[in-house]
């Protein structure tokens, strides 16, 4: 590889990721803010209860962010 393509793939990955961690976080931070409703009563209940629903909603834009991301880097830098 030159020099020049090795400075477009290396700013490719940089803006993917970038990418890929706003839209992961972002996802996050609106799912946490739905939570931040329901406060628990009482310590039992801060540790017992696991909305799976919420977890979902956070893990499929994860994975969508990263699937988007090596769909889009592969041919530039192999997906890496």
């Known amino acids: ?3 020049m393509e090795d400075l ?3 700013l490719e990955e940089f803006i993917g990721t970038t990418i890929f961690l706003f839209f992961a976080f ?3 931070r609106i799912a946490n803010l739905n939570n931040a409703n329901t ?3 009482t310590a039992q ?3 017992s209860i696991v909305n ?3 977890l979902m909603f956070i893990a499929l ?3 969508f962010s990263l699937v988007v991301n090596v769909w889009l880097s592969f041919w530039i830098s192999g997906g890496l």
Do not use: F, H, K, R
């Open 1 to 3: 590889m030159t020099e």
């Open 8 to 10: 477009v793939a290396t």
């Open 26 to 28: 972002a996802v996050t």
């Open 39 to 41: 406060t628990p009563q």
């Open 45 to 47: 209940e801060s540790t």
């Open 52 to 54: 799976t629903a919420n």
């Open 61 to 63: 834009p994860y994975g």
